[in-house]
């Protein structure tokens, strides 16, 4: 059965930083593993992809790069998201999001095999 439980979130000033964490359970399909954030109003939008097979990568919304950092440590079945120069359009609730599709879909999904509850980021001016 999939899981996923959320951590990490806060409020912090902006220039601040914060690292969420995402346990999961998974199958073996699920290589490609995101954060996705979604603020009131606005459309869910992906922040940060890391495909886990054997041809592993990265990808970074425009938005976030430079600024964040996704890993993940398969020993603890745990997400990273390392979030630094946090600004008050980061504002959002941020959800893990493991998907099973290829490399090369990876960092361009709008969707996911399962969805957590999401943990709260408030960034303040």
């Known amino acids: 059965e999939l899981a996923v439980a959320e951590s990490g979130g806060g409020s912090v000033e902006a220039g601040g930083s914060l690292r969420l964490s995402c346990i999961y359970t998974l199958t073996y399909r699920q290589k490609c593993l995101a954060w996705f954030r979604q603020s009131p109003g606005k459309e869910r939008e992906g922040v940060a992809s890391i495909y886990i097979g054997t041809i592993g990568g990265t990808y970074l919304a425009d938005s976030v790069k430079g600024r964040f950092t996704i890993s993940h440590d398969s020993a603890k079945n745990t997400l990273y998201l390392t979030m630094n120069y946090l600004k008050p359009e980061d504002t959002a609730m941020y959800y893990c999001?493991?998907?099973?599709?290829?490399?090369?879909?990876?960092?361009?999904?709008?969707?996911?095999?399962?969805w957590g509850r999401g943990t709260q980021v408030t960034v303040s001016s």
């Open positions: 999001a493991p998907s099973s599709i290829s490399v090369f879909e990876c960092g361009k999904q709008t969707t996911a095999d399962i």
